[in-house]
C-alpha cells in the first residue's frame, strides 16, 4: 500500500502507546535543554571555561506537547462532546490534572526565590496572582519577548488554558463541529494579533502564530477517530522527514543565543510546529490498526517516562538548582567534572518526576476525581429531591 488509507475506527481507546512516548521524549527535551542551560551558568560560576554548546532543539518539546494536547483533547473528550454539561465536566477534569501540582511547583519556587540571592520580584503579590490565574504577565519584564510568570515554565500553561477555554467553548456540539469550530477561534486570534498588533502583553502572547500547533493536534486527533493509519514505510518517510527538518533548521530556531528564548512567531511554527505534527502523525498513523504489535514492543521505560512528563516538566528546574548549588558548594578540591555533574543533574530530576508523580500527582489527581465524580452523581438525586410533586 503506497498511500494513507482510510479504515473503520477500531475500539475506542483514551490510551495511545506512542503518544505516551512522544510525551517522555518532549519533557526529556526540555530537560536535556534545560541541563545544558545549567551546566553552561555552573561553569561561569566555578571559573571553568564554557563546555562546547550542543546544538540541541530544547523548546521544540514543547511545540511537540502542544500538539500532543490538541490530540489528546479530542480523543478523550469524544465521547463528552454533545453532552449536557460537557464543557463543565471538561474544564473540571483539566483543571484537578493541570492546577494542583502548577500551583505547589509555583508556591515552591517563590520560597526558592525568597531564600535566594534574587530575592522575591518587585511585586510579588502581583506576580504570584498572575502566575497562579494562568495570566500573562512580564514578572520581571519581558524576556526574549515572552513575559515569564514566575516559574518560566509556567508560560506554557498559560496557553495550555487558552486552549482549554476555546475548546470548551464548543463542547456542546459534536467533536467535528467542535474542532472547527476552535480552530475557527484559533486563526481569528492570529489574524486579529497580525492585523491590530495589540500593546497589551496578555493579548499579544495569546496571538502569537504558536496557538496553531494545538490545532494541529486537533486536526490529528480527528484523524484517529476516523481510523486513519499510516503504512510502515510512510509512517518511516514521515518521521524521518520531520526529524530532518528540525536537525537541518533551515529558520535557524537553533541559532539563539544561550539562555535566549524562541519567539513564538511564524518560524518557530513552520520550523517546529509542523515538524512536531509530522512526527505525530507519523506514530499515531503507524499504531493505528497495530495496536497489539506496539504493545509487544519494549517501550516500558518510555511510556513510564510519559507518565511522569509534567511532573518532569515542572520540577526538573528544582533538582538542577540544588545539584548546581551543592556541586559549587563543594569547592574545587573536591568538586567532580562538569560530565559527572551532567549526569546527576539529569538522573536526580528524572528521580525527583517520578516521586512527585508516583506520592502526590497521582493519588492527588485520583481523589480529586473521585470527589468531583461523587459530586456530579449526587447533583441530579438533590435535583429530584427538591423537585415539587406532580
Known amino acids: 500500500m503506497s498511500r494513507i488509507a482510510r479504515h473503520e475506527p477500531t475500539p475506542r481507546s483514551d490510551t495511545v502507546v506512542l503518544v505516551q512516548v512522544l510525551r517522555g521524549l518532549a519533557a526529556a527535551l526540555v530537560l536535556l535543554g534545560h541541563t545544558q542551560e545549567q551546566l553552561r551558568v555552573a561553569a561561569l560560576k566555578a571559573g571553568l571555561a564554557e563546555p562546547a ?153 495569546w496571538t502569537r502564530p504558536i496557538v496553531l500547533e494545538f490545532g494541529l493536534g486537533l486536526l490529528l486527533g480527528q484523524a484517529w477517530r476516523a481510523g486513519w493509519r499510516l503504512p510502515g514505510a510512510a509512517a518511516l518517510a514521515l518521521a524521518a522527514t520531520a526529524l530532518a527538518v528540525l536537525l537541518a533548521d533551515p529558520l535557524g530556531l537553533l541559532q539563539a543565543a544561550p539562555g535566549a528564548s524562541t519567539p513564538n512567531d511564524w518560524p518557530r511554527l513552520l520550523g517546529w510546529g509542523l515538524p512536531a505534527a509530522g512526527l505525530l502523525f507519523a506514530l499515531t498513523g503507524y499504531e493505528r490498526g497495530r495496536a497489539a504489535q506496539v504493545a509487544r514492543w519494549p517501550l516500558g521505560a518510555l511510556v513510564r517516562l510519559g507518565d511522569w512528563s509534567y511532573a518532569l516538566y515542572l520540577f526538573h528546574p528544582f533538582a538542577l538548582l540544588a545539584l548546581t548549588r551543592a556541586w559549587l558548594a563543594a569547592g574545587d578540591a573536591h568538586r567532580p567534572g562538569l560530565a559527572p555533574l551532567a549526569l546527576a543533574l539529569i538522573a536526580a530530576s528524572v528521580l525527583l518526576a517520578a516521586l512527585v508523580h508516583e506520592r502526590l500527582d497521582r493519588p492527588l489527581t485520583r481523589a480529586l476525581n473521585h470527589r468531583w465524580q461523587r459530586r456530579a452523581a449526587r447533583a441530579p438525586l438533590q435535583a429530584t429531591a427538591r423537585a415539587p410533586l406532580p
Open 53 to 205: 554548546r550542543l546544538v540541541w532543539p530544547g523548546g521544540f518539546g514543547v511545540d511537540l506537547f502542544f500538539c500532543i494536547s490538541g490530540f489528546i483533547m479530542v480523543v478523550t473528550s469524544a465521547r463528552l462532546a454533545g453532552q449536557p454539561g460537557a464543557a463543565q465536566q471538561f474544564l473540571v477534569r483539566r483543571a484537578i490534572r493541570l492546577v494542583p501540582l502548577y500551583w505547589l511547583a509555583t508556591l515552591l519556587y517563590l520560597a526558592v526565590l525568597a531564600l535566594g540571592s534574587h530575592g522575591l520580584p518587585a511585586q510579588p503579590l502581583s506576580a504570584l496572582l498572575s502566575s497562579l490565574a494562568f495570566v500573562p504577565h512580564a514578572v520581571g519584564g519581558l524576556q526574549g519577548g515572552l513575559p515569564y510568570p514566575l516559574l518560566s515554565l509556567g508560560w506554557s500553561l498559560n496557553y495550555e488554558v487558552l486552549f482549554y477555554l476555546l475548546f470548551a467553548s464548543w463542547l456542546a456540539l459534536p467533536m467535528r463541529q467542535v474542532v472547527v469550530g476552535t480552530w475557527a477561534l484559533l486563526l481569528m486570534l492570529v489574524g486579529a494579533g497580525a492585523l491590530w498588533p495589540p500593546e497589551a502583553t496578555a493579548v499579544r502572547f
